[in-house]
């Protein structure tokens, strides 16, 4: 498998993969800690966890199955479009619900006394979260977003074939145009035996 097989816009979609699986991954190991402080037991901390590791999980076989199977049908855009918004929609879903819960805990951490540095750690640690998972419901939201918009303007270029395939080995390229005055040749008026083609046999 050589990157070199992939095309320019696929090498762009694959490395905005990548980058929201770094950012699933920074998510996940502030939730983490936030967790290992509370020891798992507020649900609020516990559903970007939880999500967190669905998300990692989900990009990350679909980016190895992109990479490995050239014509993965999980890479084709409607499939990737359809899986990235529903993701995005269980990040908003959860993200209220969690903030919601967040909401008494301090901004400004330093208001916590000095005594208590693990407390100051922790809050820390859930603002830092309260940020990276909105980070990552903007992040899915927008690509989502921009690869419908993306393959939706080539269709309406008479590129179709952009839904046929995945996207990281899509090259933008025009239909074949049929001119029918350009088909007639001399064998269309005339035999291959020097015959007229509107004689009557």
Known sequence: MGFAEFSSVGKKKLGVHVLLIVLDVIALAFAARVNIFQE????????????????????????????????????????????????????????????????????????????????????????????????????????????LRYAITEHNRGRKQVWNGPLSRYVPRDPPQRNEFLRQTFTDYFGARGTSAFEKI
Do not use: H
């Open 40 to 147: 798992f037991y507020f649900m609020a901390d516990l559903f970007p966890l939880g999500l967190a590791i669905a998300t990692l999980i989900i990009l990350f076989i679909t980016l190895v199955l992109d990479l490995v199977i050239k014509n993965m049908p999980t890479a084709r855009p409607a499939v990737d479009i359809g899986l990235l918004y529903v993701l995005s929609i269980f990040w908003l879903a959860f993200n209220a619900f969690s903030t919601s819960r967040w909401r008494n805990i301090p901004m400004n951490c330093n208001s916590i006394p000095e005594e208590y540095p693990d407390e100051r750690t922790w809050c820390r640690d859930v603002q830092a979260l309260k940020s990276f998972v909105w980070i990552e419901f903007v992040a899915l939201f927008f690509t989502a977003s921009f690869i």
